[in-house]
């Protein structure tokens, strides 16, 4: 077990434990390169170049990088100090945001940019809405099995909105015959709906 080795065994091991933790912590993952400035420059080394030469040459370890796409890029403290103060910026208004409930644009798209439509509108009831589009299927199946004198009469009082009355004069019948023929007439479709 750990807790039995020597005093001077286990403090090296912590030692090496801590220097691999710090490595871990400093980058999640191996950039693809690093862009170290020399001469008014910048020249271009892998990460495993980069660790030996860290390794060799200790004025590395002062070096300031900043992550640019998927890269270490060195700059000087006053660009290292603004970027991570930017990024310390943006984490305290996404924190912020949480705390507030509010949503983020960018978790509503793909992974290429396109904008996805999965908000579900909460004041429609999806099964009311099914039912809904069942039912006027049937009832347009039923209306069709009417005869033409009845599809006139529901046609002029439920799609045109007339009265009763204006009905009545335009087929040149009373008022309260249209009445008994459209009671007549929705008896016969809530029938045919129900079966």
């Known amino acids: 077990m750990w807790y039995s080795l020597p005093l001077p065994a286990l403090s090296i091991w912590i ?12 980058v999640k993952y191996a950039p693809r390169k690093v862009y170290i400035r020399e001469n008014s420059g910048y020249v271009e080394l892998s990460y495993r170049d980069f660790c030996r030469r860290r390794q060799a ?3 590395y370890m002062d070096k300031l990088f900043i992550p640019v796409q998927g890269c ?3 700059v000087v403290r006053e660009q290292y100090a603004d970027f991570y103060k930017d990024k310390e910026r943006w984490r305290y ?36 809405s099914a039912v809904h589009v069942v039912m006027a299927e ?3 199946t039923a209306l069709s099995l009417l005869s ?10 439920f799609y045109e909105e007339l009265s009763e009355r204006e ?16 009671a007549k007439i929705l008896a016969k479709l809530r029938r045919m709906l129900e079966n």
């Open 15 to 26: 030692l090496a434990f801590q220097k691999f933790r710090w490595e871990v912590l400093t």
């Open 57 to 59: 040459d200790q004025s």
């Open 72 to 74: 270490l890029l060195e």
């Open 93 to 128: 208004l996404k924190k912020l945001d949480t705390k507030n409930g509010l949503l983020s644009l960018d978790g509503f798209t793909d992974s290429e940019g396109n904008v996805i439509d999965f908000i579900v509108d909460e004041a429609v009831d999806v099964i009311e």
């Open 138 to 140: 049937r009832l347009k």
């Open 148 to 157: 033409d004198s009845e599809q006139a009469l529901v046609k002029a009082i």
């Open 167 to 182: 009905v009545g004069l335009r087929l040149d019948i009373t008022q309260s015959v249209v009445n008994k023929r459209k």
